[in-house]
Structure formats: structure tokens, C-alpha cells
């Protein structure tokens, strides 16, 4: 984690040095809506917002109290552009992606001064960038991610040891509450220290409920170990997941190249957007970036 003075004044100005604490001791922290602001009516517009884009995907009404309003079963035949992981013999959840794009209420997210905060606490502040803007809708089945919960660290792809510095972190922002039979994120405190992934349903013994309100912020470190528990009660179980990375990790979404450059202007920071964005970062160039000033001698 980062020692750095002005961010920890910023912090501390949000209200957020407990939950600073707690990121460091657990490698999670949920940040409830008094602080965040995120208001009942808030809650509800953006459930609705996502809501509409899961319909504009799958083709089928969904309802909060009871979730698809049909039987939904895998499509051989069409790409799963929206399913990131096939658990079980039926669907159980769908993944809607480039939200930043869709909405401004997304970009106004992805840019809400308590996440941004938090994570270039674990990230590093002038380092962080986004990596995705996306959803999950969840319904009920016995199954979930099976016996493993799905544990994993979302750094896995990045070679260790580790460190403490994040090279992602993920600010996740419950749009429903979040229990245990309702299919809440489950982790293992503390194991963002232990500078590797899971593994499998041994790790799950370990696993504990992230229990948390709608409208409340769940912060992770890159290294927590984190899955969730299947969602064993009627209707839906809604979140929006901003994952940050650090400048030298890939992003998931090349916002660079998929997202209209004027949509930054759009939303409550344009320049804080931006610049998580990576609009104006160097690298990766796709023309000379360094000037050429040498000539042969006698031109
Ligand atoms: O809530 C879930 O099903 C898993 C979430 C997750 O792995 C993530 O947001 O990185
Ligand atoms: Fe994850």
C-alpha cells in the first residue's frame, strides 16, 4: 500500500481512515451508503439502468423480486459474449460490460471521489488507471461457482511475488443487499498477503460473506481471494464492478480505443476521468513517440 501525505489527507477528509484500516488488515472493506452518499432513490435508478442494458442483451424482462422473467439455458450456437463463466448445467448470472460507454451514471461511478480514493490508495495515485466498468445480475440456483465458491485473486495473470503495491483493485458497488443465501461475494481475510491464489475448495473452508447494505462500496485489494456464494432465494442480486489497474497492467477494456473521447466531458470529473481513462498516457504508442532531431551531416 501507498504512503502518500496528500492522499491520506484526502481520505481522511471522506471519512475513510477506518476503512483504509481495515483494507490493510483484511484486504477488503465495505464502505456503507451514509459515507458514500449513495442515496435509496440512487440505488433504484441505477438498478433500473442496469436492468435495461441486461434486457437490451439477453432479450428477456428481469424483475428484483424474481428475478428472469423466463427460463434462460445456454446458446450453443451464440457467442457468450456477456456469460464471463459457464458454471453448472444452467446459467445463473450475466456479466454486462462497457457500462462507461452506455450511461453517463457509469462514468459519474467510475470516477465517485470514495472509490477513486481507495483504490489509488492501493494502487498508487498518479498510477492508476481504469481496467473495467461492468455489471453482474445474479439469480437464483442451488449451484453458484460450485464447491470453490470461484475463489480467486483478480491479479492472478500477473506473475509474483506480489508486494504490496495492488495492480488491480476492485470497487464494487452493491445495488442489491448483499447476504449470504442472496449469493453475496465471499472472501478470505487476509489473504491478500499471502502473495498467491487459492486453491480451490480448500481455500472456500476459509471464506466468509461480505455482508453489506444496497448502496454500499466494497473495496478489494488485487491479491484478496474472493468469490461468492450461490444465491439460494428468489429474485436478483445486482452490482456494478469498476476494476482499477495499475499503469502497467493491461486493461480488460482498451477504453483508449472503444470509448468516444467526448463521452469524458460528459460526467461529474472530465479531467479525473481522463486521466484514469489513460487518454494521454504515452504508452502503448502507435506512432513515433520520441522526436527525431538527427540527420545524416552534409543536408
Ligand atoms: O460477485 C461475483 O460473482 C464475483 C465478482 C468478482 O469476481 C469480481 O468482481 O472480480
Ligand atoms: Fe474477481
Sequence with gaps: MNDDSVLN?????LGLSSHVAELAKSGLCVVPPEVTGASAQWVRSM???????????????FTLERGPDAALEYNPDAEPVN?????GNRPNQVVVQQLA???REFRDLAVHPAAVALVRHLIGEPRTRFSHHQCFVKWRDEYGYGSTLGLHADQTAVPGPWGQTAFVANATWCLTDYTQSGGALAYVPGSHRRDGKPDGAEAAREAVPVEAEAGSLIVFH?????GAYPRTIPGLRLCVTNLYRHVMVTPQEDLRHSLDRRLADDCRNPELFRELAGFNDGFPYVTQ????RVVPSGR
Design 47 to 61: 438498478s433500473e439502468l442496469v436492468l435495461r442494458r441486461t434486457t437490451e442483451f439477453i432479450g428477456c424482462g
Design 83 to 87: 456469460i464471463v463463466v459457464r458454471t
Design 9 to 13: 489527507l484526502e481520505l481522511e477528509a
Design 101 to 103: 460507454g452506455y450511461h
Design 289 to 292: 513517440r520520441k522526436p527525431v
Design 222 to 226: 488485487g491479491a484478496t481471494w474472493h
